[in-house]
């Protein structure tokens, strides 16, 4: 993510790290933050942007890998049993949400609440209709506490949709270990980027859930 605080200005990169931002003059002398969930977020004053172009003008930032801290796990000689964390709940007829270009870094996900100690073996979700090839999503986790969201992913998730006139059930099978201890969690789904100027389409569920714009 990169943008500035509590100024409705941000964006999100891509799966490559390559972004695009508008900045206006108003806001010239403020700090830019950017923020990854593998890396240590950066602070970079917008008057110091042009120490960091690359001799194509190119801005480049380079940020510094963030240390995991892993809480101590048992092992015990005992077979888990699989079970659904969160169901979809009941689906309101004829609605439907949408992702569109001018919504990037706009996430919806359901908020739940996990009382013994879960490891995630997949994330399913469902898209009604994708008229482009390409559009990119990414799956956020994060825990919620006081209201403050945390990011407990380690690498984030990208997920390209394929294009289709029907509906698309998605398993995703997570490459990191995935670990909920007892507390209250957001599973969101986040809109990265679009070739095109179309729209992705989704279901919309009776559901404990929340959406905000996540730059």
Same mark, same amino acid.
């Not at 964390?85 to 996990?114: H, W, Y």
């Given at each position: 993510?990169?943008?500035?605080?509590?100024?409705?200005?941000?964006?999100?990169?891509?799966?490559?790290?390559?972004?695009?931002?508008?900045?206006?003059?108003?806001?010239?002398?403020?700090?830019?933050?950017?923020?990854?969930?593998?890396?240590?977020?950066?602070?970079?004053?917008?008057?110091?942007?042009?120490?960091?172009?690359?001799?194509?003008?190119?801005?480049?930032?380079?940020?510094?890998?963030?240390?995991?801290?892993?809480?101590?796990?048992?092992?015990?000689?005992?077979?888990?049993?699989?079970?659904?964390?969160?169901?979809?709940?009941?689906?309101?007829?004829?609605?439907?949400?949408?992702?569109?270009?001018?919504?990037?870094?706009?996430?919806?996900?359901?908020?739940?609440?996990?009382?013994?100690?879960?490891?995630?073996?997949?994330?399913?979700?469902?898209?009604?209709?994708?008229?482009?090839? #390409?559009?990119?999503?990414?799956?956020? +986790?994060?825990?919620? $506490?006081?209201?403050? /969201?945390? &990011?407990?992913? !380690? %690498?984030?998730?990208?997920?390209?949709?394929?294009?289709? #006139?029907?509906?698309?059930?998605?398993? +995703?099978?997570?490459? $990191?270990?995935?670990? /909920?201890? &007892?507390?209250? !969690? %957001?599973?969101?789904?986040?809109?990265?980027?679009?070739? #095109?100027?179309?729209?992705?389409?989704?279901?919309?569920?009776?559901?404990?859930?929340?959406?905000? &714009?996540?730059?």
């Amino acid at each position: 993510t990169i943008g500035i605080t509590d100024s409705g200005i941000g964006v999100i990169s891509d799966e490559g790290g390559r972004f695009c931002i508008t900045i206006p003059d108003s806001l010239a002398y403020e700090t830019l933050t950017v923020s990854h969930v593998s890396y240590q977020p950066t602070y970079i004053p917008l008057t110091d942007m042009d120490s960091f172009r690359d001799d194509d003008g190119n801005v480049v930032f380079r940020l510094e890998p963030r240390e995991h801290m892993i809480a101590d796990v048992n092992v015990y000689a005992k077979k888990g049993k699989l079970k659904k964390l969160s169901g979809r709940g009941t689906r309101i007829p004829v609605a439907v949400g949408m992702f569109e270009n001018e919504k990037q870094g706009r996430e919806t996900g359901t908020l739940i609440d996990v009382e013994k100690t879960f490891l995630i073996n997949s994330i399913e979700f469902t898209v009604l209709s994708n008229s482009t090839e #390409g559009i990119v999503m990414r799956v956020n +986790i994060y825990s919620v $506490e006081d209201e403050k /969201l945390t &990011n407990i992913l !380690y %690498y984030p998730i990208y997920v390209t949709l394929d294009r289709s #006139g029907d509906k698309v059930d998605y398993l +995703i099978e997570p490459e $990191e270990a995935i670990v /909920l201890g &007892n507390g209250s !969690y %957001y599973v969101s789904l986040q809109f990265v980027s679009t070739p #095109g100027g179309n729209t992705a389409a989704f279901p919309i569920y009776k559901k404990k859930s929340y959406a905000r &714009n996540g730059v």
